[in-house]
């Protein structure tokens, strides 16, 4: 079965702190998907990052940087001197790509990035 | 431009009525889902299609039943509401990827339906 773990529900920070996202996930498939998607007030799903199993490259875009480590099944999600504007839910998912590409969602976290 | 309507936005409905979702996609993508979010669950798959008349549940089917007798459209259907389907309805589409390049999956979410059942 295909778990994902997002351990933090709500996290508070000042503006310009820097904050760090946890996700773990499960899973026996060799051939995944994990993604990264931010949710503000206003609902919809935004897409952040999509990162495949083979590659383990830690990314940086902008502020964001993510990092992945199959030894710890997981996904971390880091935001680098925070602002308002990042205030939002985030959700890390897993994408089963042998399995008609089913996604498992984390519970998501709640950020709340105070000026 | 999104590839990807869901209809309607918003709906109030009561108990015991049959309500119907509807998603539309443009991609031509062969896989479609519903997927439902409430707090402290993230989404969770309601049910999925891989193809004209294809359909599977997912793994909170109970209550949802589904059609899809085009490429385009995907149909969930409430037979009859009750409160615990209050939530918010997420349609997405998704292209068959290739083995040899992974990068090849798309994945699109629509803007989601929020359902009341009073």
């Known amino acids: 079965a295909q778990k994902v773990t997002q351990a933090q529900t709500e996290i508070s920070v000042v503006e310009k702190e820097d904050v760090t996202l946890d996700c773990v996930y499960e899973t026996r498939d060799t051939t995944y998907y994990l993604f990264w998607y931010k949710q503000p007030p206003s609902g919809e799903l935004v897409f952040l990052i999509r990162?495949?199993?083979?590659?383990?490259q830690n990314e940086i875009s902008g502020r964001y940087s993510w990092n992945f480590q199959k030894s710890t099944s997981s996904f971390n999600f880091t935001i680098t001197a925070s602002q308002v504007v990042d205030s939002a839910v985030y959700f890390c998912a897993l994408m089963q790509v042998y399995n008609f590409n089913k996604f498992y969602f984390g519970s998501g976290t709640k950020l709340n990035v105070k000026p | 431009d999104a590839g990807i309507t869901q209809s309607p936005r918003h709906k109030v409905t009561e108990t015991g009525t049959p309500v119907t979702l509807r998603c539309h996609q443009t991609e031509n993508h062969r896989y479609m889902y519903w997927y439902r979010q409430d707090p402290g669950h993230g989404l969770r798959l309601i049910h999925y299609?891989?193809?004209?008349?294809?359909?599977d549940k997912g793994e909170v089917s109970d209550g949802y039943s589904v059609s899809r007798s085009k490429t385009e459209d995907f149909l969930l259907t409430l037979e009859s509401a009750t409160s615990s389907q209050t939530s918010v309805y997420f349609c997405?589409?998704?292209?068959?990827?290739?083995?040899?390049?992974?990068?090849?999956?798309?994945?699109?979410f629509g803007s989601g339906t929020r359902l009341t059942v009073v």
């Open positions: 990162r495949n199993s083979f590659d383990e």
């Open positions: 997405a589409i998704s292209s068959q990827g290739s083995d040899r390049t992974l990068d090849n999956y798309g994945y699109t």
């Open positions: 299609s891989y193809g004209v008349k294809d359909t």
